[in-house]
DNA sequence: TTCAAATCTGTAATAATAACAAAATAATGG
DNA sequence: CCATTATTTTGTTATTATTACAGATTTGAA
């Protein structure tokens, strides 16, 4: 995996790979993953936001993550049972996610890679591994 | 994997040896998911019941669940987006998700088994591996 | 049998997401 | 460059899953 934190990659040429038009606000949520690989959830994403840019709509945030993830220029991740969150590393990676803080990481141990093959009949398109547990701030947290 | 669609084990003896009062409501919803493996809804768990437990409540339903995954007589999954879904069987197995029909079924494929380990300083405690495509069914509709 | 604890129930509140229509912006053809 | 059309954005409203809560019921123990 390359750097934790940013792909090396611009987030309009990305839109344009993946045939997104790229709209200002189209822009600045991919930019917006691809810079902060946080697995942000929409509410973060548009707070983050809004300050430069004061007319953003949610709305527009939840369209542009939807049409992001059906041209795959990002994945949706249901490890959160509360929120969706998402990620421009579009890679098959594992995800981690720590009960106590709830913060969503990746980890360094590669999953499965399932797509394309038949299990029981069954087509894979996707996969993905969640692991959950406690992260390491969390744990040491706990040590006194 | 033992018999895909039935878990050779009274629901009344699970509830005993997780720790849980094995009240009217508990038995009906653990049983309910011991003997049909098709990782329901909290809806469809209500609905199925309802006919026979005129007296039930949904918020007891959402609450014995609730209670049925902190103790471990069951388990949560998330791979769909839209409900939590539940399975009787803990022990580690693959999920799968059709995308045409939201069907969810084990796969005979093992998952990684990583509980206990820690993975970049994370202490791991649960994992769960999703996969996403067409089901059996769903591919031979479209063949046409 | 009585009292306290546990459980269940129904309603109301919350919060995430989707639907929708109007406003704004961008693209196209003359 | 203007007029028309298509696309995108926005804000409001609706929907739906889940949680909070308080009163009613049931259970268990003394």
Same mark, same amino acid.
């Given at each position: 995996m390359e750097n934790k934190n940013k792909i090396e990659e611009s987030g309009y040429d990305r839109l344009i790979k993946c045939g997104i038009r790229p709209s200002v606000q189209r822009l600045a949520v991919m930019n917006y993953l691809m810079e902060n690989?946080?697995?942000?959830?929409?509410?973060?994403?548009?707070?983050?936001?809004?300050? /430069?840019? =004061?007319t953003l709509s949610r709305t527009t945030v939840y369209n542009t993550l939807k049409l992001l993830v059906e041209s795959g220029a990002a994945i949706m991740l249901t490890i959160d049972e509360r929120n969706t969150r998402f990620d421009?590393? /579009?890679? =098959?990676?594992?995800?981690?996610?720590?009960y106590k803080c709830g913060t969503v990481t990746d980890l360094n141990i590669n999953p499965p890679v399932l797509k394309g093959n038949y299990i029981d009949d069954c087509e894979i398109l996707n996969s993905e591994l969640y692991l959950y547990g406690h992260?390491?701030?969390c744990?040491?947290?706990?040590k006194n």
């Open positions: 690989r946080i697995h942000p959830t929409v509410d973060k994403i548009f707070n983050d936001l809004y300050p /430069t840019m =004061p421009a590393e /579009t890679k =098959p990676h594992t995800h981690f996610m720590c992260c390491p701030e744990v040491n947290k706990n």
